[in-house]
């Protein structure tokens, strides 16, 4: 089962946004869940994941700073907010496990206007 990104569109540079990723109950209960990304004509990249359970979170050095997952997920939602944009942020975003476990969703644009 996939999941199902939502929450992106175009904002201005500084602006915030907060994706969100809907997935089976069980999915989060029991995997590492992550948010990637994926720019025009670059790999997808992994920029923030929490260990199961959310007990630790973590961030690449690129949103370090700027973007979170709230620990106020619900049960079979994860969030990304998104804080300060940068057009360097604007990509596909994607969730899934750590490694990419599950099929692909759509993703969710996010485009940073400056």
């Known amino acids: 089962v996939q999941p199902v990104e939502s929450g992106g569109g175009l904002v201005q540079v500084g602006g915030s946004l907060r994706l969100s990723c809907t997935a089976s109950?069980?999915?989060?209960?029991?995997?590492?869940m992550g948010w990637y990304r994926q720019a025009p004509g670059k790999q997808r990249e992994l920029v923030a994941y929490m260990t199961t359970g959310g007990v630790s979170i973590n961030y690449s050095d690129s949103v370090k700073g700027r973007f979170t997952i709230p620990r106020d997920n619900a049960k079979n939602t994860m969030y990304l907010q998104m804080n300060s944009l940068k057009p360097e942020d604007t990509a596909v975003y994607y969730c899934?496990?750590?490694?990419?476990?599950?099929?692909w969703g759509q993703g969710t644009q996010v485009t940073v206007s400056s």
């Open positions: 899934n496990t750590l490694g990419g476990r599950l099929s």
């Open positions: 109950r069980s999915t989060f209960s029991i995997n590492p």
